[in-house]
Nanobody
Framework: QVQLVESGGGLVQAGGSLRLSCVASGRTFSSYTMGWFRQAPGKEREFVAA????????YYADSVNGRFTISRDNAKNTVALQMNSLKPEDTAIYYCAADGTWRDLIDGYPDYWGQGTQVTVSS
């Protein structure tokens, strides 16, 4: 069982930066693929970024590639999402997710979800 708690959301102007963090409970954190998803008002939840258990492989949605960076610290059971050059269209609730399988997480079917943190980008 894994529990995920996000933090770091807030209000920022377009062009600014935010750093989201997710703390995971559970002794097998280091074996999980971790990721971030987001859901904007009136839209479906979408994949944002993923990182393998080793941290050696990452993958991003086209809409954030080059602006967002996902990282993890297995010693601290944390995964972070550094968001730079934010745009109003990045406004959404951001969710941390975990799964034992890379493919399941990328496809949007992780085993575990956090409660979400709001990110609002003003124009």
């Amino acid at each position: 069982q894994v529990q995920l708690v996000e933090s770091g959301g807030g209000l920022v102007q377009a062009g600014g930066s935010l750093r989201l963090s997710c703390v995971a409970s559970g002794r097998t954190f280091s074996s999980y693929t971790m990721g971030w998803f987001r859901q904007a008002p009136g839209k479906e939840r979408e994949f944002v970024a993923a990182i393998r258990w080793s941290g050696g492989n990452t993958y991003y949605a086209d809409s954030v590639n080059g602006r967002f960076t996902i990282s993890r610290d297995n010693a601290k059971n944390t995964v972070a999402l550094q968001m730079n050059s934010l745009k109003p269209e990045d406004t959404a609730i951001y969710y941390c997710a975990a799964d034992g399988t890379w493919r399941d997480l990328i496809d949007g079917y992780p085993d575990y979800w956090g409660q979400g943190t709001q990110v609002t980008v003003s124009s």
